[in-house]
């Protein structure tokens, strides 16, 4: 059963960052649906006679509904149902599961590609922790004389053969026996050879090899005895070299009484297909990490610190035989292993740059230019610089001291960048030029990187020294003749961008025309962190106030995907997810492991998000990652320490948060309307009550007696 919608949008939808983003008129998203969320919900457990009617009857008041499947077979019956909007099927799913209808006890939950766990802040874990001694083989040296094997034994055990640390014992000779006395010597590599050990153990007469304890690989016997107990999302084998006689493995069940269970019956028991020896199973609770080689080199001695400083307590263990290194925490105890858990993200976070009070961050970094720059400043493998273009933050890691010199490096960089940087604005004539061809020679002389096109603000950002803007400017006006005499043609319609004659047209359906090549400009224009909706700038003569005014016409979907390249229209559509998220920061946040790109709404204390990608828990009240054994306060108070310095500063300064993203704002002058660079918010300096841009005047004028130049703090 499927239900038509009244009126067909002009929209598309796209997948991006784990999410259904559907986009409008304007490019703008109009409903976006996170991997934790769903506008599907799955009935179960219903009753064998019940029908579409009496789905749609029990469902039809959580929302509008867009379809309702059933699905009938001999052993169950279950429904799938279809709401507008993801609100209405959760609100469905809590309402519905676990009610009786029609003597049967329903179950009902979100058809989901993540999951989710709800309770408290401590939950059993799910993970064990698995050892098991890796195959040997045994060999025994005959030696002529009693004595002979005896100080051979003592000489031989606790040595290294060929890599691994042997076990030798003297075999007690039997009754009567005269000859031929031997030496067990245990924990041998399956692949040892008789020769080297025969030069190996001085004085032997011969060498007997054994077989090897098991050989094969054991690990498809350990996922099925482990399997036994529920289903495992992971078994992951640690590295290891032939050097160790223990192998050790991390597995993770579904549930944490899977994990109780087999950890419970199976720890040191003796298994055949080990060659009888024993598999020891620990529940624990255990997070692993996988960071870049360069940064682990700048953290290695902090983290070495923590773990030692932690070894009674839990177990901090890295492995840095590939790209990326490995590190893992595990421990038996939640609580301290929670604190520890902490400090090493403390640590692989790394520090924030800021000056000023604030984060730094420059538009520079996000180009090609930047990172060949950073990673010259990388080969000091003291420290270790990382742009972090998801949050827009710059992050050192090292010691105190080479994070300092990391730091006035990048300081200096930027400084050098900005005094680089000019902006030139345009006449309106000369825009006709560079739109058609003069732009494009610009990009061959200069570079497009170093010359750039704003066509709403009718600028032009030239990137480079002094001789280099000259010449630039030069060339602009050498285009302004030929624009002037271009654009002076007495025409009816003129295009919106250029202000000339609309060549090759292309019609809005506001009715205003504008030349292809200049609508294809303005849409580029807008690719970017500071993305807005794209509406029609024509201007109008309004009847009222008798002035022009702009148009503001949203500019239909099917416009902006016909004008621009297919490579294009995916830059931009992302340009405005990203600024639609950053500009709401109460409503959604980003997986806390570094360059994850899962996007997910907050949740309840208690609630876990298990990451589609890269398969973190998450904590979606605290938005990290998730506290095994700490509530939401308990962890939040570990991380009161070190910002107290940055505290003092802002009440120095000044500085305020903002209302809505919490980032640190500071006013040097001017009235009393601020608005916020990161979100967007218009507020009020005074009260910091936020406001639409026209309402913040009125506000000040009636609460505070007037604009305001300079207040200062309240």
């Known amino acids: 059963m499927t239900f038509s919608p009244k009126h067909e949008p002009s929209f598309v939808d796209r997948s991006m960052f784990h999410c259904t983003v559907r986009f409008g008129a304007g490019a703008t998203p109009q409903e976006i649906t996170t991997a934790f969320e769903s506008r599907h919900i799955i009935l179960s457990n219903l009753s064998p006679n019940v ?131 031997s030496v067990i010597i245990n924990s ?19 060498i007997s090899m054994g077989r090897p304890n098991y050989g094969h690989s054991p690990v498809d016997d350990i996922r099925d005895l482990l399997e036994r107990f529920g289903p495992l999302e992971a078994l992951d084998i640690l590295p290891t070299d032939r050097s160790k006689t223990k192998i050790t493995a991390f597995a993770q069940f579904s549930s944490g ?74 421990g038996q105890d939640p ?22 009070g604030k984060d730094v961050w420059d538009e520079y970094f996000d180009t090609p230019s930047s990172q060949k720059i950073l990673q010259r400043i990388n080969n000091d493998h003291t420290f270790f610089v990382k742009c972090d273009s998801r949050n827009r933050t710059i992050r050192l890691f090292g010691r105190e001291a080479d994070r300092e010199r990391a730091r006035g490096l990048i300081l200096r960089l930027l400084k050098r960048v900005q005094s680089q940087r000019h902006i030139l604005p ?85 009715g205003h025309v504008y030349c292809t090549t200049c609508l294809q400009h303005f849409l580029r224009s807008a690719i970017g962190p500071n993305f807005i909706q794209l509406r029609c700038i024509a201007e109008e003569l309004d009847e009222l106030t008798e002035q022009n005014s702009p148009c503001h016409a949203e500019i239909p979907y099917h416009i902006i995907r016909d004008v621009l390249p297919t490579t294009e229209e995916k830059v ?59 509530s939401c306060a308990e962890h939040l108070d570990s991380l009161t320490g070190g910002h107290e310095a940055l505290d003092k500063w802002r009440k120095e300064n000044g500085v305020k948060p903002c209302p809505d993203c919490q980032a640190d704002l500071e006013k040097n002058g001017g009235c009393n309307h601020i608005q916020c660079v990161r979100c967007k918010t218009h507020m009020c300096w005074v009260c910091m009550k936020t406001f639409a841009a026209s309402g913040v005047y009125d506000h000040m004028n ?13």
């Not at 041998?188 to 025969?198: M, N, Q, R, T």
């Not at 292993?337 to 790394?350: D, F, I, N, S, T």
């Not at 060549?503 to 809005?508: A, M, R």
């Open 426 to 510: 345009l006449q309106k004539d000369v825009l006709y030029a560079l739109l058609n061809g003069g732009l494009r020679t610009l990009h061959d002389e200069f570079g497009s990187a170093k010359v750039t096109l704003d066509v709403v603000s009718r600028a032009l950002t030239v990137r480079g020294e002094t001789d280099v803007v000259q010449r630039v400017r030069r060339a602009v006006i050498s285009m302004a003749s030929y624009s002037a005499s271009a654009s002076s043609q007495n025409v009816d319609v003129l295009c919106p961008v250029c202000y000339c004659e609309v060549t090759d047209p292309i019609k809005l359906s506001c």
């Open 51 to 181: 029908t579409d009617a009496e789905i749609v009857e029990i469902t039809e008041t959580f929302g509008d509904l867009i379809a309702v499947h059933l699905d009938i077979s001999p052993t169950k019956v279950s429904a799938r149902v279809e709401f507008a909007e993801c609100a209405q099927a959760a609100s469905a799913v809590q309402t519905l599961n676990n009610i009786e209808h029609q003597s049967m006890k329903l179950t009902a939950r979100l058809d989901l590609r993540a999951a989710i766990e709800s309770g408290a802040g401590t939950l059993l874990s799910r993970k064990v922790k698995i050892s098991w001694y890796a195959p040997s083989l045994v060999a025994w040296a005959h030696y002529p004389t009693i004595t002979m094997a005896k100080n051979e034994a003592i000489r031989l055990d606790g040595m290294t053969f060929d890599g691994r640390k042997i076990r030798a014992t003297f075999q007690t000779p039997r009754r009567n026996q005269t000859h031929s006395f």
């Open 335 to 356: 609580k301290t292993m929670g604190c520890a858990k902490v400090e090493l993200e403390r640590l692989l976070h790394g520090e924030t740059l800021i000056s000023d």
């Open 188 to 206: 041998l590599p399956v692949d040892a050879d008789s020769i080297p050990l025969e030069q190996f153990c001085v004085g032997a007469s011969s």
């Open 702 to 714: 009636k609460v505070h007696g007037g604009i305001g130049i300079d207040i200062g703090n309240i």
């Open 572 to 630: 931009l559509l992302e340009s405005s997810f990203l600024s639609y998220i950053h500009a709401r920061p109460a409503e959604f946040h980003y997986c806390p492991t570094p360059d994850c790109r899962v996007i997910y709404r907050p949740g309840v204390q208690g609630t876990a998000l298990q990451c589609p990608s890269c398969l973190a828990r998450i904590c979606a009240a605290c938005h990290v990652e998730f506290h095994e054994g700490l």
């Open 257 to 330: 009484e899977a994990a109780d269970a087999a950890s419970k019956t199976l720890n040191g028991v003796k298994q055949t297909f080990l060659g009888s020896s024993p598999l020891w199973i620990q529940q624990i609770f255990s997070v692993k990490y996988s960071i870049r080689t360069r940064q682990f080199e700048a953290v290695k001695g902090g983290l070495d610190q923590l773990r030692d400083a932690h070894d009674k307590d839990c177990k901090i263990r890295y492995y840095d035989h590939a790209d990326p290194v490995c590190i893992r925490i595990y």
